[in-house]
């Protein structure tokens, strides 16, 4: 699998700077960083989904290995928002002159990401497994329950200078062909990235795991 990816995303940063057109709206090359921030953005999301699914699921079980996989997606979905928020720094830069420009979209990845992070610092301030996984699951839950707020409602109910996203404001998909072919194979390889590196990150997480028990 791992080649596969690798060749996969390999080709989608070919098409991205010299296969695809730059779309029109946006200043110079700028809207080629979208083949990249937006899939960052959609892992992230994807990775706190699993997060509170592994969460629920513990709940549930009090089986430590769900704990396991939840705290793995929450580690991999803030690697992906950081992605996600300095692509969309760069882009702010080039589009509107600073990195920063406290646009709703800004604001709401920064207090998304600020969420997630403190459910590793939770993590770290409490030493007993049970009581630590019982914790971050609930609080996991609850920081998924608001991701979708500051994801999607959030952002639209003020003015931003952000562009419509795949789907614009009236439902239609506005790519041209390249464009868009090029956008769904970036979609799909950060997508099938992320599947390996959580597999990798699991199975490497039971290792550690069976190492201390027999230590």
Request: hydrophobic fraction near 55%; aromatic fraction near 16%.
């Amino acid at each position: 699998m791992k080649p596969i990816v690798f060749l996969w995303l390999l080709a989608v940063i070919v098409a991205a700077f010299l296969w695809s057109p730059p779309a029109s709206g946006f200043v110079g090359e700028s809207s080629r960083i979208v083949f990249f921030h937006v899939p960052a953005a959609w892992v992230a999301s994807l990775a706190f989904l699993i997060s509170g699914y592994w969460s629920v699921r513990f709940l549930r079980s009090r089986d430590l290995e769900h704990d396991m996989k939840a705290a793995v997606a929450v580690r991999q979905g803030l690697l992906f928002t950081v992605i996600a928020t300095v692509s969309g720094s760069v882009f702010a830069k080039v589009m509107w002159g600073a990195y920063w420009n406290w646009d709703p979209r800004q604001i709401s990845i920064t207090l998304l990401l600020f969420i997630y992070a403190a459910y590793l610092v939770l993590r770290q301030s409490v030493d007993d497994p049970l009581r630590r996984a019982h914790l971050s699951a609930v609080y996991a839950i609850f920081a998924f329950i608001t991701m979708p707020f500051f994801v999607f409602v959030i952002p639209r109910l003020y003015f931003s200078l952000h562009p419509d996203t795949f789907i614009n404001a009236g439902g239609k998909i506005e790519m041209g062909g390249r464009i868009l072919a090029t956008f769904l194979a970036s979609l799909a390889g950060f997508t099938a990235l992320f599947a390996l590196m959580y597999r990798l990150e699991c199975r490497l997480e039971r290792l550690l795991l069976a190492k201390g028990e027999h230590a």
